[in-house]
């Protein structure tokens, strides 16, 4: 395991329907982030898990938005009802307690 | 103050150059500073940690002034390859916990033959 892998790459799906992106996290790491970057912006968060469980949510992250972690290994992030505002690339990252973020190579996600 | 604020640039360099670029953060008690490097359309990658003494990694030198709360960036000797976006981040002024990190807009670097 070299380091973070995020699944699909690209996603193209028009409006209205569901998507769901997929983040295997590098072994070791005991937490998982979800960032969301759009054009021109850094990154920003979205949610992080701590093992399975899920410690918080940003108030970006609507309620068309649902992520898991089971077993605190891979995550998942599930967008339903997408909307054109949420095209963007999504970014996985994982670390140890007290150490930096590395992030995976992201989905980029084109609502239509 | 917005929490985490870079010139966006572009700063258009020449080859051989030194370049560099300073990221204000508005948490007086943020204890860990990165630099990331983006090239287009790829994820953020770790360029080096930012410690309270400074740090130097070949070419590129990081420092922290936390009384005016700026971390820096120097480049020497700048190459064709460091055309990029460098990002800073900062913990403890958004979410993600102690370990979260948030993040600058980016200032996009562009070395010139």
């Known amino acids: 395991d070299t380091g973070v892998s995020q699944d699909p790459r690209h996603k193209i799906t028009k409006r209205g329907q569901n998507v769901t992106f997929r983040c295997d996290p590098i072994?070791?790491?005991?937490?998982l982030y979800w960032y969301r970057q759009t054009l021109g912006q850094g990154p920003e968060f979205l949610t992080y898990?701590?093992?399975?469980?899920?410690?918080?949510k940003s108030r970006l992250l609507s309620d068309r938005f649902s992520a898991e972690r089971p077993k605190g290994s891979f995550s998942t992030l599930e967008i339903q009802r997408t909307e054109q505002g949420d095209s963007a690339m999504y970014l996985c990252?994982?670390?140890?307690?007290?150490?930096?973020?590395?992030f995976g190579n992201g989905t980029r996600l084109t609502v239509t | 103050r917005k929490e985490v604020e870079q010139d966006p640039g572009p700063f258009n360099v020449p080859e051989g150059a030194t370049v560099a670029f300073n990221c204000t953060y508005s948490?007086?008690?943020?204890?860990?500073f990165f630099w990331y490097r983006q090239d287009c359309r790829k994820e953020p990658k770790l360029l080096m940690s930012?410690?309270?003494s400074g740090n130097e990694d070949g070419r590129f030198t990081a420092q922290l002034n936390r009384a005016s709360q700026y971390i820096s960036l120097l480049i020497r000797d700048s190459k064709l390859s460091d055309s990029a976006t460098y990002l800073c981040?900062?913990?403890?002024?958004?979410?993600?916990?102690?370990?979260?990190?948030?993040f600058g807009k980016g200032t996009h670097l562009i070395i010139q033959p």
């Open positions: 930012v410690y309270s």
């Open positions: 072994s070791e790491h005991n937490r």
């Open positions: 990252a994982s670390s140890f307690t007290n150490s930096p973020l590395h």
């Open positions: 898990f701590q093992n399975e469980a899920q410690l918080e």
């Open positions: 981040a900062v913990n403890g002024v958004g979410g993600g916990g102690a370990d979260g990190l948030t």
């Open positions: 948490n007086s008690a943020s204890q860990s």
